[in-house]
Structures are given as C-alpha cells and as structure tokens.
C-alpha cells in the first residue's frame, strides 16, 4: 500500500509498528512525531522512519493513516484536538493504547465529523523501552484487539489489517467495554495486585531485612510486571477505573474467603481453594496473551566461572538471540539455575535444542 503514514509517539510501540508497516508496505512514507526530538532523530538514524515531522498540525493534514502510540491520557488529550485540524477526508486513524471506552469516547467528534476512527491496541511489550528498542516482530502472533463502533469504521477495519500485515498479530474485534473487562482482569488487576505485594514485601523486609536477599528467585519472577512504567499504568488505572474498582471488590472478598478459610483451618476448603486455581491454571492456553509472555529457559549448571560465557558461546554458534541472562540461586549441591529469557517460542525451543546438542547440562521450561 501507498501514503503517508503519521506515527504520533515514536518508542517501542511506535518504532515497532514503523518497521512492520515499512516492511509490508516498502512505498509507503512514514513520518513521526514525538515530545523528544532525540527519540525522532534515532528512529531516523536506524532506518525506522523515513522523515522527521514538525508538529501534529502541519502533518496530520497530509496523512492517509495516523497511528497514536503515546500514553492513553494524551491520546485522548490529541483526539479532541484532532477535529480542529483539517484532514484528508479518507484518513484512517487507530491508537495503540491499552484501555479503549475513554478513548472511544474521546474520539466521538471525530466520528461525528465523518472520519474513521477504530481503536487497537496490540498486546505486546519488551522488557526495554525506546525507540532504538522497536523491532518488526515484536507483535508477531500476539492478539491485535481492534474496537471499530460505526459501520464505517467496520467496512474499513479489513484496511487497517492491511496496512497493519506486517505485524503478523493475530486480529480480533470486539466492543470497548468488551476490551476494557477483559484486559483489566487479565492485565490490569495483575499489574495491580503486582505492585501491592511489591509494596507490602517492601515495608515488610524493613523488620526483617533477609527477606531483602531471598525475594530473588520465584518472587522475583511473579511480580515481575511491577516493574512496568509507572506513568502509563497510572493512565490505565484512570482509564479503566470503573471496571478495575469492580474488580478490586471482587479481589478483596475472594481475599476476606481465603482468610476465613485460614482462620477457620479448614482443611478441604483450602485444598479446593488451591486444586481450583491449580486446574484453572492448568488449563489456560500457553500463547501469547494480555500480558507479554516471558520465554525463559532455565539451565542447571555447575558453579564454575566461565560458565556463563560457556553457554553463550553455545548459543552463539546456533546464531540464537538472547535477550537477559542471570543466575537465578546457587544450591549446597554446586549446581546454579542460570535463567535465559529470549525474544519468543521458537528461540527459546532452539536454545534448549542446542544446549543439549553441546552439553549435558538439563534445561527446562518453568
């Protein structure tokens, strides 16, 4: 496809979906627009947009697709404005952010103004930040969730998956409120429940400070998405309050009937409490989700130095990416867990291929 597309907010997300559209669409012009001026001057240095762009005034008008990939706040902020600016009548314009009633309602003077708006929001993240970290595959077979709510914005949805292909996401349509219940149960409550256990170890670690050493390791790991950008869950948590304090209620008596269980030592109710969860669990499907999956591989090796390099230079030889690596805990038995996370499924099968095929180190999935 041909035109100009206007990226509005120019980091991971941004980037990503530069490089993806630039990689389907090879004609197609990409323009950027970005509160940092260093963020746009690296995306021009690393080939990911084709042109700086003044202001969202002077380059929305010549836009065939406006893609918003700023915080959900300023999105709503920069729609408001959008009607005031004077558009191309067949201009397709999506956002990227992660709750979607407000946004769709900040978007009704535009809809009302004849212009095709349809929310998205691609589920996908890295554990780094920034336009230098955008990569095209970011988002491949990741849910893409798009919220078209007028007949127009329906008849064009097969558009913005055209120009969106090279995302190679998985596409599913649904209503705002539809999107809003379902990310906040499966993302942001999470993130929430995330933060207060984090909070909570905090003060207690204070009375007992080696808890401080031994929350590596398993606690580190579940509460790992505390440490997403504070900024942008603070929008989330606005933007979706409604339905996040429905759910919080919920969180809380589920909390009161488990500390009741406890209280009372009730034995089979605390079984069921578990074996519930356990088969629930269980049964969840193991693609990717509302929360970025994290593909670790987990190494037992002996304590040794070099051990680290020696792994590496396996992967190496295979030509497989890594994207962190640490030792997780040292046993009394001289054997480490070295925990490798990669970039998706198939590097981290290949790396647990290759790991045998070069030692007799045991490596699993957790």
Request: hydrophobic share 50%; charged share 20%.
């Given at each position: 496809?041909?035109?100009?597309?206007?990226?509005?907010?120019?980091?991971?997300?941004?980037?990503?979906?530069?490089?993806?559209?630039?990689?389907?669409?090879?004609?197609?012009?990409?323009?950027?627009?970005?509160?940092?001026?260093?963020?746009?001057?690296?995306?021009?240095?690393?080939?990911?947009?084709?042109?700086?762009?003044?202001?969202?005034l002077l380059e929305a008008p010549r836009a065939d697709l406006i893609i918003f990939c700023c915080p959900v706040k300023e999105t709503e902020q920069l729609l408001h404005y959008l009607p005031k600016i004077k558009l191309k009548p067949g201009v397709l314009i999506t956002d990227t952010g992660s709750t979607k009633e407000d946004v769709m309602e900040a978007a009704s003077a535009l809809l009302e103004a004849g212009f095709t708006f349809i929310g998205g929001h691609p589920m996908a993240g890295s554990h780094k930040s920034g336009v230098q970290a955008a990569k095209q595959i970011l988002f491949e077979n990741a849910y893409y969730l798009l919220t078209p709510t007028t007949e127009k914005a329906q008849a064009r949805t097969a558009e913005l998956k055209e120009w969106l292909g090279g995302t190679r996401a998985k596409f599913l349509v649904l209503s705002p409120h539809e999107h809003d219940a379902i990310t906040g149960m499966l993302s942001h409550l999470p993130h929430i429940v995330a933060a207060q256990l984090v909070n909570q170890t905090s003060r207690f670690v204070e009375q007992y400070p080696l808890g401080f050493r031994l929350a590596a390791g398993g606690f580190r790991d579940i509460t790992r998405i505390a440490s997403s950008d504070p900024r942008m869950w603070t929008d989330i948590s606005l933007s979706n309050r409604e339905l996040l304090l429905e759910q919080l209620d919920d969180w809380q008596k589920g909390i009161d009937e488990a500390a009741q269980m406890i209280r009372a030592g009730d034995k089979e109710a605390i079984y069921r409490f578990f074996d519930e969860a356990k088969e629930f669990r269980d049964s969840l499907p193991v693609h990717r989700g509302a929360i970025p999956a994290f593909y670790d591989l987990f190494v037992d090796v002996p304590d040794y130095p070099g051990v680290i390099s020696e792994i590496t230079g396996y992967l190496a030889k295979e030509a497989i990416s890594l994207i962190n690596i640490r030792i997780l805990e040292t046993r009394e038995d001289i054997f480490g867990i070295l925990q490798i996370t990669f970039q998706n499924e198939e590097d981290r099968k290949r790396a647990k291929a290759c790991i045998a095929k070069y030692s007799s180190y045991t490596s699993r999935y957790e």
């Open positions: 496809m041909k035109g100009n597309v206007l990226i509005v907010g120019l980091g991971l997300i941004g980037g990503s979906l530069a490089l993806s559209i630039k990689a389907a669409h090879p004609e197609a012009h990409i323009v950027a627009v970005d509160v940092s001026y260093r963020s746009l001057e690296e995306g021009l240095a690393l080939g990911v947009i084709d042109e700086i762009g003044e202001s969202i």
